[in-house]
């Protein structure tokens, strides 16, 4: 079992800076994969960032050059620095890990990102 914990979210207006953390406990040595996903209100939850255990990152178009993910191993952290945030970034924010390609990928509550114009 993983679990995860986000935090950072928070009320920011748009072009400004958040950065959101993630936290990893259990079985951490297990994960391999690491990401942040965001859903908005009636929206499908949508990929934002992903990162594997070297470091290899992908970035959904709508937030490459704003966005930057990153991966802490040591400290068991992943985190998401977003700036030039936008109105339409506003969503709440999960923390994924992945095992592997077979298995279910782990799920953190999520931190709300709201981005007033």
């Known amino acids: 079992q993983v679990q995860l914990v986000e935090s950072g979210g928070g009320l920011v207006q748009a072009g400004g800076s958040l950065s959101l953390s993630c936290a990893a406990s259990g079985s951490i040595f297990r994960i391999n994969g690491m990401g942040w996903y965001r859903q908005a209100p009636g929206k499908q939850r949508e990929l934002v960032a992903t990162i594997t255990r070297g470091g290899n990152t992908n970035y959904a178009d709508s937030v490459k050059g704003r966005f930057t993910i990153s991966r802490d191993n040591n400290k068991n952290m992943v985190y998401l620095q977003m700036n030039s945030l936008k109105p339409e970034d506003t969503a709440r924010y999960y923390c994924?890990?992945?095992?592997?390609?077979?298995?279910?990928?782990?799920w953190g509550q999520g931190t709300q990102v709201t981005v007033s114009s």
């Open positions: 994924n890990a992945v095992i592997s390609a077979l298995s279910s990928p782990y």
